[in-house]
Structure formats: structure tokens, C-alpha cells
């Protein structure tokens, strides 16, 4: 994991004054800004940026920005004070505005560009010039870095304005999907998956955008209107923005012998490992070694990542190579939906393919793999020895990345070791009758095991037929219709997976104790899957009021979302249960911009 759990005392960070005392550029000071880029930082306008690792560029900011939420948990954990977030000079500066800012701060903050491969292969045709040479970061603006809590951030304005990389965009983020990447990244980061954190959110009062959206109650599959909806700039916060597609850009400079392209892909590797690895490698390592370590580092972290993504039931529609942050964690929350029904193919996003659907998102994962040694290869051109070794990490990752889903499943299930035949059971069984994929592996953390009486069994089918999408009036949906259900039959062979289920946990007590270890105790086994299996999932039908709502100025629904998504393990009340611990409602099925969207930004 790289979210490092910081120490939280009181706040000491209570003005702009005080953050300028921890800010720290000089990081970022060693990497190359674009010999082409003016100094003034109003560098609006498309263009090519043929070198350098950033363009120095000033965002512009909102009209009338609004406080809408901050983060309480990560500002403790950065040391700002709460009264921070509705501070005039913080509002202005988190909200685009870089005037008059204290001593300290730079006048211009920085947008980088990054190549794009879509599953594995190469694009350039989503630049503008058709060179790769105006495609990075179009709205998306890091104003500050700085040490806070023991630890080096950057924080980043999404939807700060054009930059140099904006393709003709208009640089904003409305509040729709300003909203959804702000709750999302601290509810992910409370289900204890890496991701970048949110710092605040803040709307115009006066600015508005048009985006495609869907009118009420379509069930279309792209949005029939275009809408006007306010801008928005959420600030997102990680120790780097660096994207497997951002050290693609200068490794297929390199290849192509650019001058300079070699040395600035060497700085910025060295860049991400002081900003990201500097724990696992050391700086006297050479470069053959280093770049040796990274990848084996980095494949670990992926692995583990998307293996987690899996586990909590989320799914990155748009797992490019731009979306994929080097450091391992989860970066883009815009084409992302939490999942209801267990579907393998389920993908929220329908410009994004099936090639980014929920279950195939490890093989995805070792695709964005690729493109990273890809990337690397460039440094060792002249090493033969540690390209075969680079092969060799890229080659194993489908077998670190099938390790990782087997000790997810197996913890899913309280299982200490994963259980081939039966997990292929249970998926079968889950593609036969859609279970709300939360809902059952919640329920099942809190049933018994022990014993394998007929009667026992019966209620606790009973008690799982609470995370079915069957009777209820759902097969009036048909989310399976290709099936013609045998009801008896399915109970007959989930009461028998059940028994089968139970019979594993035991098998496994049974085993410890024949090799002299303490098996675990019942309490153990579920409290193991209680921490594996969370209760409340951030899905789109919870979402979508919360942004209605807080287009309307309403923002209530949000802070309560925050409230109940960042415990998402916890038991809460009775009635944030009926509310968020529940089937998606019938009318959410096949609903545009909620079972599926077309556009998240
Ligand atoms: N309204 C916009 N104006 C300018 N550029 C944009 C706009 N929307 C998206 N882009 C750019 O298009 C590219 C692809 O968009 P994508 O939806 O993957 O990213 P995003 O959601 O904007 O940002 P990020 O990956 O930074 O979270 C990104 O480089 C992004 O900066
Ligand atoms: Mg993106």
C-alpha cells in the first residue's frame, strides 16, 4: 500500500500562511519544464509541446466559487484545520485562483503531457497535431507540493481550466462528475484501497458548461440533450500524478531517438522512484537496477491494486494507460461505477468496452503492465542481461496478478487458502442467479459454519436470499434472460455450495490443528471477512441524488454520503441501512446515467 497512515495531532496548518511553510517544489524543481513555454503560465491555447516533463501553466479560476465539502479525515491527516476549507484565501487558491497568494507559492502551477495506449496498443489519434505531442493533462492542474504529515504531496486542480493539452476542451469539470470523484476517493480510501485522496470541492455560482446528459427517465443508451451544468474544481491529492502513459510519451520519444527523450525518460524514472518508491529503492542503486526494482515494485502494486479493485466490487471503464498511476494507486474516477448485480461483463461506461469490464480488469491491468516496461526498455538498450530480466517481470505478471485474485477470493470467503472448485461453484451459481454482489459476501461473513444441519442450512439460504435479484418483482428486468430458472433446483445447489462452503472453513481448522496451529476461531473467521467484505458501496443509484441535489444547492446528501461511505465496514444504523444497504431499486435497472453513462466529465 502507499498510502502511508500519517501520525494526526492537532491541526497545525490553519492559513495559507502556515501550508506555505510546508511547501516543497524541489522535486518538481529537477524536472524540465517545456523550453517553449512562456514564464507568464497563459498558455491556454492547443498546441504541440515537442520536450519537457511539464508546462508551466496557470489555472483559471471559477467564477463565485461555493464551498461545497472538504475531506475532515485527510485534512487531519495533512495537519490542516478544519475552519481551513472555508477560508477565503484557501477558497480562492483551491479554486483556481493563483493571485496574491503568500511568499512561497508558485505563480504558476504545472499540467503534463502523457501518451495513451488503450489496452496494450499505441494510440495517437486522440492528438489533435496526430503526433502525440498535444495530449496530457487538458483540465487537470497540480498547483502545490509540499511536505505535510511526514510525507510529500502534490495536490492537483481537476477541472482547472484549458492547458496547452486541451484538444479544443473547455479545461472544466462540471459538478455532476466533480461530486462522484470526490466522494469516491475517500470512500476508496476508507475500504483500504490505494487511490488518490481528496482535498475539497467547490462549485461556481455563476459558471456553467455544456455536457451530454440524459433526460429524466431515459433509458437510452447515450444522452439525448445537452445540459448546462455548473463548473466545479475538486483538488485531488497524491504523492504524484505520474501515469504509466507519462513515461510511455518519452519512451516512445526514445525509441524514436528524439534528442533529449532518453535523459528526460532517466529523470523522470528516477522522479517517480524518489516520489513514489523511494522506501523500496534506494537512490545509489544503478540505473539498470533500479529500473529492475521499479517494475518488480510496481508490478506488485498493480497487482495488488486492481486484485483490491475486484475485491470492493469496482470497476475502471477507461483502464488506459492514461488512466493507470504509476505509483499503483487508483487515479480517474470518471467512467468508474461500484457494481450491483455480479456480472462479469458489467462496464459502466459505454464508450469503454468489454476489454474494461469488471472481471477482465486484471488482464487489462497486465496490458497497462506492458505499456510501462514498454516504456523502460529505452534504458536498457545497451544491457541485454537486464532487458531479458525486464521480459521476465513482464512475462510473470499473469501469474503474480492469478495470486492476488486467489488470496482476494480465499479472504472473501474466510478462507486462508483459495479453493479452486469452490469458487468456480459459487461463480456459476452467481452468473445463474444475480446475487447484489455487497450484499452476499456481507451476508455470508455473518453466517455460521459450524454446523451442517439440514434445517440450519435452509435458513441461512433464507437469509441469503436477501442479496438476490430474484422474486421482488426484478424478473420483470430480466438480468438474466437468456435463462430459464429452475428455482427448486437453484436452492437445491446453493444449499449445497452452503454446505460445501462450510465444510472448506472446517476442513481448514481441522488441518491447523493436525500441523499444532491454533485454528481460528469463529469470531476470527468472520471478522476476516467482515474486513474483506464491505457493507457500503458507493453505487451510482446513491451517487446520482447527491449530485441532483446539490445542483439545486442542496448539499446535504453529500455530506451524509461522506459520512456513511468512509465506514464502509462498519455497522451503522437500521435506517442508513435501508437506505445504503440495500438492493439497486427496480426503476435503477437500465437507466441512463445510472446503470451506464456516456460521459463523466
Ligand atoms: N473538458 C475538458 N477539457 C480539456 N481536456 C479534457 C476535458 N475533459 C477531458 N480532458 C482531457 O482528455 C483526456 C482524457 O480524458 P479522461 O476522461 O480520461 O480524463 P479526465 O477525467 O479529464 O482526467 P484524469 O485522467 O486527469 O482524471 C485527459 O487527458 C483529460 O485531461
Ligand atoms: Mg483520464
Request: with cysteine; glycine share 8%; proline share 5%.
Amino acid at each position: 500500500m502507499i498510502v502511508k497512515t500519517s501520525t494526526e495531532s492537532t491541526p497545525t496548518i490553519n492559513s495559507l500562511d502556515d501550508l506555505a511553510s510546508c511547501l516543497d517544489y524541489s522535486l518538481i524543481d529537477r524536472l524540465t519544464p517545456d523550453p517553449d513555454a512562456t514564464d507568464d503560465g497563459a498558455d491556454h491555447t492547443p498546441r504541440q509541446v515537442f520536450s519537457g516533463h511539464y508546462v508551466p501553466v496557470t489555472p483559471t479560476p471559477i467564477g463565485q466559487p461555493e464551498y461545497i465539502a472538504h475531506s475532515p479525515t485527510f485534512f487531519r491527516e495533512l495537519g490542516l484545520s478544519d475552519d481551513l476549507a472555508q477560508d477565503d484565501h484557501f477558497t480562492r487558491l483551491f479554486s483556481g485562483d493563483l493571485a496574491n497568494l503568500p511568499e512561497g507559492f508558485r505563480k504558476t502551477g504545472w499540467a503534463t503531457g502523457y501518451a495513451l495506449s488503450i489496452y496494450g496498443t499505441e494510440y495517437i489519434q486522440q492528438c489533435p497535431f496526430q503526433t502525440g505531442n498535444g495530449y496530457g493533462d487538458g483540465r487537470a492542474v497540480s498547483v502545490v507540493e509540499a511536505v505535510l504529515g511526514n510525507q510529500r504531496w502534490e495536490m492537483q486542480l481537476k477541472g482547472g481550466g484549458r492547458t496547452p493539452y486541451c484538444r479544443g476542451g473547455d479545461g472544466r469539470a462540471v459538478l455532476r462528475s466533480s461530486v462522484r470523484e470526490f466522494l469516491a476517493q475517500e470512500h476508496m480510501h476508507a475500504l483500504g484501497v490505494p487511490t488518490s485522496r481528496s482535498l475539497t470541492l467547490y462549485v461556481s455560482k455563476t459558471d456553467a458548461v455544456k455536457r451530454p446528459w440524459y433526460s429524466e427517465g431515459s433509458r437510452s443508451m447515450d444522452p439525448d440533450r445537452m445540459v448546462a451544468e455548473p463548473v466545479a474544481i475538486t483538488t485531488r491529492v497524491a504523492p504524484s500524478f505520474i501515469r504509466v502513459g507519462q513515461l510511455e510519451l518519452f519512451g516512445r520519444r526514445a525509441r524514436k531517438r528524439q534528442p533529449n527523450a532518453l535523459a528526460e525518460l532517466e529523470q523522470l524514472v528516477r522522479h517517480l522512484i524518489q516520489r513514489e518508491y523511494s522506501d523500496e529503492i534506494q537512490t545509489e542503486l544503478s540505473l539498470p537496477e533500479s529500473v529492475l526494482t521499479l517494475a518488480k515494485a510496481f508490478r506488485g502494486r498493480l497487482t495488488q491494486l486492481v486484485a483490491n479493485w475486484i475485491r470492493v466490487g469496482y470497476c475502471q471503464g477507461n483502464f488506459n494507460s492514461d488512466n493507470c498511476a504509476a505509483g499503483g494507486y487508483t487515479l480517474d474516477y470518471g467512467p468508474f461505477g461500484f457494481i450491483d448485480a455480479f456480472n462479469p461483463h458489467y462496464q459502466p461506461w459505454t464508450g469503454g468496452g468489454q476489454h474494461f469490464a469488471f472481471m477482465n480488469q486484471p488482464v487489462a491491468a497486465g496490458k497497462n503492465f506492458g505499456s510501462f516496461c514498454r516504456a523502460l526498455q529505452p534504458l536498457l538498450a545497451d544491457e541485454p542481461e537486464a532487458l531479458r530480466q525486464l521480459h521476465e517481470i513482464e512475462r510473470d505478471f499473469d501469474n503474480a496478478m492469478q495470486a492476488e485474485m486467489e488470496a482476494m477470493w480465499a479472504a472473501k470467503l474466510g478462507l486462508s487458502l483459495f479453493d479452486i472448485e469452490l469458487f468456480r461453484r459459487l461463480e456459476m451459481l452467481m452468473l445463474l442467479m444475480p446475487v447484489d454482489y455487497t450484499r452476499f459476501f456481507r451476508i455470508l461473513s455473518e453466517l455460521s459454519f459450524t454446523s451442517l444441519s439440514a434445517e440450519e442450512l435452509a435458513q441461512d439460504l433464507n437469509t441469503l436470499k436477501a442479496s438476490f435479484y430474484n422474486g421482488k418483482g426484478y424478473e420483470a428486468v430480466a438480468l438474466h434472460p437468456r435463462y430459464n430458472l429452475d428455482y427448486a433446483e437453484m436452492e437445491h445447489r446453493w444449499t449445497e455450495w452452503l454446505s460445501q462452503w462450510r465444510q472448506a472453513i472446517m476442513r481448514e481448522a481441522v488441518e491447523a490443528d493436525k500441523c499444532g496451529e491454533t485454528p481460528r476461531s469463529e469470531a476470527q473467521v468472520r471478522a476476516g471477512m467482515k474486513a474483506a467484505n464491505p457493507k457500503y458501496t458507493l453505487r451510482e443509484w446513491l451517487l446520482a441524488p447527491a449530485y441532483q441535489a446539490a445542483a439545486q444547492g442542496d448539499y446535504s446528501l453529500i455530506h451524509e454520503l461522506q459520512s456513511v461511505m468512509t465506514q464502509p465496514y462498519a455497522e451503522q444504523s437500521a435506517e442508513i441501512d435501508e437506505r445504503f444497504y440495500r438492493l439497486k431499486p427496480i426503476e435503477a435497472f437500465g437507466a441512463g446515467g445510472v446503470s451506464h453513462l456516456s460521459c463523466s466529465s
